[in-house]
T-cell receptor
Framework: AQSVTQPDIHITVSEGASLELRCNYS??????LFWYVQSPGQGLQLLLK??????LVQGIKGFEAEFKRSQSSFNLRKPSVHWSDAAEYFC???????????FGTGTSLTVIP | GAGVSQTPSNKVTEKGKYVELRCDPI?????LYWYRQSLGQGPEFLIY????????DSGLPNDRFFAVRPEGSVSTLKIQRTERGDSAVYLC???????????????FGQGTRLTVV
């Protein structure tokens, strides 16, 4: 069965510091992988996605993620965090024939000055 | 419209009442999804429409939940005999539908926060 694990429930980083949010998935085939961000009271916004090709994908707001098949991981990174990055981050895996997206439980990011 | 629109944005109802939540997808998107997000959790899949038909309703928790999309555009999620445990944010998303991988990107609405008291 498809599943997504985000092992870190909550992360606190200082503004300007680097960030890595972990995501591990379980999937029977080549996965389509996504990272979404959700600010308080807002809908889910797509940060980036991986379908195929280059395993390092660039997204909006300076985020990037790397697909590592051997580790079943799709970790999200940002070299320098801004206070406005404080939000909830969700990793998701999707299956194109079913068009279903399975989300992780999310990682809450706090940015301190 | 430019994005996925969900109405109402907030709904408070009494236990046992019937509620309807509406989703207006992006024009031209054939696929539509409903998700439920409980406090502190990630969104959980409820149902997926391809056009007018429910292609997968395996996520609906019980027969009190039902969704329709009669004309292949607007969808309504219906909950009968609401229970306090139904309180959550109900998210709707739409996408271009099956096809190439690029078409699986889903765009989400801001959700309807349902509170059952």
């Amino acid at each position: 069965a498809q599943s997504v694990t985000q092992p870190d429930i909550h992360i606190t980083v200082s503004e300007g510091a680097s960030l890595e949010l972990r995501c591990n998935y379980s999937y029977g085939a080549t996965p389509y992988l996504f990272w979404y961000v959700q600010s308080p009271g807002q809908g889910l916004q797509l940060l980036l996605k991986y379908f195929s090709g280059d395993t390092l994908v660039q997204g909006i707001k300076g985020f990037e993620a790397e697909f590592k098949r051997s580790q079943s991981s799709f970790n999200l990174r940002k070299p320098s965090v801004h206070w406005s990055d404080a939000a909830e981050y969700f990793c998701a895996v999707g299956h194109w024939t079913g068009n279903q997206f399975y989300f992780g439980t999310g990682t809450s990011l706090t940015v301190i000055p | 419209g430019a994005g996925v629109s969900q109405t109402p944005s907030n709904k408070v109802t009494e236990k046992g009442k019937y509620v309807e939540l509406r989703c207006d997808p992006i024009s031209g998107h054939t696929a539509l999804y409903w998700y439920r997000q409980s406090l502190g959790q990630g969104p959980e899949f409820l149902i997926y429409f391809q056009g007018t038909g429910a292609a997968d309703d395996s996520g609906l928790p019980n027969d009190r939940f039902f969704a329709v999309r009669p004309e292949g555009s607007v969808s309504t999620l219906k909950i009968q005999r609401t229970e306090r445990g139904d309180s959550a944010v109900y998210l709707c998303a739409s996408s271009l539908g099956q096809g190439s991988g690029m078409n699986t990107e889903a765009f989400f609405g801001q959700g309807t926060r349902l509170t059952v008291v």
